[in-house]
């Protein structure tokens, strides 16, 4: 028999639903009879419309619309303009959507076999009496070289002023080196070293290198720039930074190419180390997001893909009026920032090459303020402002539109270890030339935080937190049935970070499973010794090694993959409890060690990566499995194997969790001094 009360309920929804068309219809043909109104489209008033989504958006087939706009409806003409010029090929099957946002724009949703969608608005200065729902606003540039986008910059940088956390950069000494830039028209660029003045302004540039290497200081050529650099010499992005801070009125310019002398090591990680002081202390930090590397201008024409449209429309009396007609600037705006599936990745949008590299997201964390110059136009953002904001628009962007980087670091944050695990998952999925800078690209961001913290810093890691800050996972990855990598498994670097850190893998990584909220926790291990070998001139560099030292629980365990290749392949088997574990996240496609191990009869476990050859056969080999926490039912553990140089030592291979009712806690044995490299 059907449940009674489900279908009471049932029924009571379908009778409201029925209840609120009757009454918007009645609402509808009432209001029709006195205004006149279209019977297809209200007149855009979609409050009254029968067709209204409960959400507030009006569906409408394009059939209709088209025979409303023959009739004479103006409205439903402009509908059939808009789709004339933006979707020609349109059929009788092209549905129209139609919602307001609370800033007043008009959203237009063009679906058939996908969804298209734009934004109509009126320019400034312009009203429709008969309209009064469209609200006004401004447009991008064509060009952002064009005297608006100055504009833009100086106003938001006078606003900027304004707010105690960036109205400091007058009071900061230059860098060791700066570029002289001189005054607007003069072609006289060099090179100044040990000008420690204070109180002078200067720009520092974010860019690309892109594989195109730039011109840049050596300790054969730095005597010569400090004579003059010929014009004609400095690739475009730099000329078109110089040309940004004539017009600001900067006289002084750092660009890291040439204020760091490129083959001398010692002055490489001296000024690596002042990195979080240039970014954090420049008057104005440049974003060249659109150019791939130095050759390519920042300053160029905007992607007409994302320039409006004007279109015009003749209201019930007679009178012409001027609209705009654009995509969606939300999509414009939105932005990937490593989300937990990898399904998420459908909203990514491509800010252009610059916001790929892992270099750059410390430039964009320091700075004080920065514009980003994009193929559809400027964004400001500036620590004292949890805004960002576009050229076109009076009024900050939606925070669920961008996410600003800078702001993280300008207040402190109720969970900032939280805020940390989600600044190394944005920054893992980020872009390296070498390798062996996956520290020091965010060294000046670490110390930074450190300041918050007050903890020890080992190797992205914080001392205090380290029981939790070990508990990362590598991020989703493997083949599907496709055959083809969802993501690529992390890449094992061999860049002096210990296998417990997470930069010692070149890939996403993430917090989500440690960081999630819990009733009841318990920590079940200690760390009573450590070690770092780090760069002499800052502990946030580069790392030269190092290891923990535990004191948790611990047993042998199993670890086997028939098909290495899956993330999800991976499976723990716990001799003592007799369970097998499927919850065993490899840090990467893990291999037998042929040197110690037999493939067939299983072996030492190392981190592979996707070899050359491309062939993974099945694999099992004995590991340690260290309890560190328990969080609710939850057992966190990473498994550990034999390191190959040190056989008294371990390397991490995998992290894995463990419900309770697997693994009794107390049945484990403790285990002392293991040392993990």
Known sequence: MPDVA?????????????????????????????????RVCNNLNIRYHDETHPIG??????????????????????????????????????????????????????????????????????????????????TIASHSGHQQCFDFIKNKIRDCDNHPACNRTSSFLLPHRVLDVGAAGSEVVRILENCQDQGQQYIALSYCWGGHLPLKSTTSNISELKNGIPWNELPQVFKDAI??????????????????????????????????????????????????????????????????????????????????????????????????????????????????????????????????????????????DSGVYGEEM?????????????????????????????????????????????????GGAAAEMS?????????????????????????????????????????????????????????????????????????????????????????????HGGYIVLNAPAMRARVSATIPTKYYGYHLFHPESGHHIPDCLADTILDVDNAQGNPDGGGILRRAGVTGGGHHGSIHGEVLCVLLQQRDDTVFTLLLSRSRIDPQSFVRIAYSRVNEEKLDVSRVSMVNNIIIK
């Not at 029924?11 to 279209?38: F, G, H, M, V, W």
């Open 243 to 384: 040309y940004v801070a004539r017009t600001l009125n900067v006289q002084y310019v750092w660009i890291d190419s040439l204020c760091i002398v490129q083959d001398d090591k010692e002055d490489w990680e001296i000024e690596a180390s002042k990195m979080a002081e240039y970014y954090s202390q420049a008057y104005l930090v440049i974003a060249c997001s659109t150019s791939p590397n130095p050759t390519v201008p920042f300053l160029a024409p905007r992607d007409p893909y994302w320039l409006p449209v004007n279109l015009k429309f003749i209201d019930n009396g007679g009178v012409s009026h001027n609209l705009n007609i654009q995509r969606l600037r939300r999509l414009r705006y939105m932005t990937y920032t490593a989300m937990d599936h990898n399904r998420d990745k459908v909203y990514e949008h491509d800010f252009g090459p610059l916001n790929k590299r892992a270099w750059v997201w410390q430039e964009n964390a320091l700075a004080t303020r920065i514009v980003h110059y994009t193929s559809h136009g400027l964004l400001f953002e500036c620590k004292g």
């Open 57 to 138: 958006r009006l569906d409408l087939g394009y059939t209709d619309v088209r025979s409303a706009a023959h009739s004479g409806c103006p409205y439903c003409t402009l509908m059939r303009t808009c789709v004339e010029n933006l979707l020609p090929s349109a059929g009788k099957e092209l549905k129209v959507m139609l919602e307001y946002h609370d800033n007043g724009f008009l959203e237009l949703a063009l679906a058939f076999d996908k969804k298209l969608k734009f934004e109509i608005f009126l320019p400034p200065g312009e009203q429709i009496p008969s309209w009064p729902q469209l609200r006004n606003s401004g």
């Open 6 to 38: 489900e279908l009471k309920e049932d029924l009571t929804e379908a009778a409201i639903e029925a209840s609120r068309k009757i009454s918007n219809i009645l609402k509808r043909q009432y209001r029709l009879r006195l205004t006149n109104a279209c």
């Open 394 to 442: 009076a009024t900050p962007l939606p925070l669920d539109w961008i996410r600003s980087l800078p702001y993280s670091f300008a207040e402190h944050s109720d969970d900032t270890y939280k805020q940390w695990h989600e600044l190394v998952k944005t920054y893992s999925s980020r872009d390296l030339t070498f390798h062996a800078d996956k520290l020091p690209a965010m």
């Open 451 to 543: 300041k918050i913290l007050n903890s020890g810093y080992l190797a992205g890691l914080w001392r205090k937190n380290l029981l939790n800050d070990l508990l990362w996972n590598a991020d989703d990855w493997g083949i599907e049935k496709t055959g083809a990598f969802t993501q690529r498994p992390p890449i094992p670097l061999d860049n002096g970070s210990p296998s417990w850190s997470w930069a010692s893998l070149n890939g996403r990584v993430s917090y989500k499973f440690v960081d999630e909220p819990c009733s009841k926790s318990r920590v079940l291990a200690t760390v009573s010794d450590f070690q770092m070998e780090t760069s002499k001139h800052s502990e946030f560099g580069k790392c």
